[in-house]
DNA sequence: TGCATTTGTCAACGACCGTTGGCATATGGC
DNA sequence: GCCATATGCCAACGGTCGTTGACAAATGCA
């Protein structure tokens, strides 16, 4: 068998390149055509290889997409939030994931793919239930953070999908202070407001 | 040939049964899985027909999608709302347009889709710039409508992806009252807030 | 009853898909 | 230089897809 999955220490032999750039271009096509949208002959074409490499690597396509659609929003810590700027907190921290040179192509991956593939929209739900929801919980009476992450999720995914995959033209207008102006209040009063 | 399209007063003829049950089922299903989700011969299964008489009857796969995905809102007469009560009024109809018995499947198909196909996408858009747009428009300073409307839209959009694309469990188990109590005031501040 | 039109079934096509196994080439330790 | 291994290409498989054309059954008018 030749697989040696785990670190490793010292190898950063020639096949961890083909391999980083097979990662890359599925994550760049996943992001932009979505899982159905993208066929491991495209993925293979973008990384200059065989498809059958593509497979060689990861095992299935399946597996390819979940190496692909990893995420990890960095959320702030929990108690150093100020609960009365948590709204703009959040908001920032969005347009930092989404627009932010750091943060990959994550989200676009499971969101673009999470309304016809089953994986990515419980890969989404993982999302804001593990890193969403404890934001919320921490900020307001743990009992209805459900609801309250719930209201908060809905905002932003809301955002998102009209900003950056349906580009629906007034909202990709909006310059970053109008977003944080706007929804900022809206993600305050949802997260901490009165019941 | 053998299509009359347009409207020959009288002629419940058999065809036409089948043509309906045709389109029910595609209507369906797209809402259901996606285009892609989809395919003819699924559609066929549904109507207990073969699937050549799906490409017979609407004449290829797209043409179909388009025949299904045709959306009205049905959003009130300008004239008619309430400037203070139009968060209000909005939100409650989006609830009818999902929930309610009346209205079809036809968000849902173009939601579900919108992220993948662009036909879709592009229907999508054209749904909020003709029908949501104008309602903003004839409630606020129409300069700043496109702003306005493309932030109600991100609201409501994403209220529809949580609730019933991805069906997110805390947003699911919302009441029509709490989503009423909550987001009618973010489309209300949206729509006619300050600026 | 005859016949033309409609309505439906069936088999097959070319294309694309994910995936596989065999075979060439390059690499790197001995 | 020798050879095991890693890396890569190629051709093909079985399957699903949208779509097509030929043919059978039903329908309705003369």
Chains 1, 2 share one sequence.
Not at 23 to 40: D, K, P, Q, V
Request: glycine share 6%; charged share 25%; with cysteine.
């Amino acid at each position: 068998m030749a697989f040696m999955t785990e670190n490793p220490p010292k190898k950063p032999s020639k096949s961890d390149r083909t391999r980083a750039q097979i990662l890359e271009a599925a994550r760049l096509l996943f992001a932009e055509h979505g899982y159905e949208g993208t066929s491991i002959r495209d993925v293979a074409a973008h990384a200059s290889i065989d498809p059958a490499m593509v497979i060689r690597y990861f095992r299935s396509k399946d597996e390819l997409f979940a190496r692909a659609a990893v995420v990890d929003l960095k959320l702030p810590a929990l108690r150093v939030i100020d609960r009365n700027a948590i709204g703009e907190t959040l908001i920032r921290r969005f347009l930092e994931i989404w627009e932010g040179p750091a943060s990959g192509p994550g989200m676009a991956i499971l969101l673009r793919s999470a309304t016809s593939n089953e994986f990515a929209a419980e890969k989404l739900r993982d999302v804001f239930g593990n890193q969403v929801r404890p934001v919320i919980a921490a900020a307001a009476d743990p009992a209805d953070a459900g609801r309250r992450a719930g209201l908060v999720s809905s905002q932003l995914l809301g955002l998102a999908m009209c900003r950056y995959l349906l580009r629906l033209p007034p909202v990709v207008a909006l310059s970053h202070d109008e977003i944080i102006q706007n929804v900022g209040p809206t993600l305050q009063r949802y997260a901490v407001g009165e019941a």
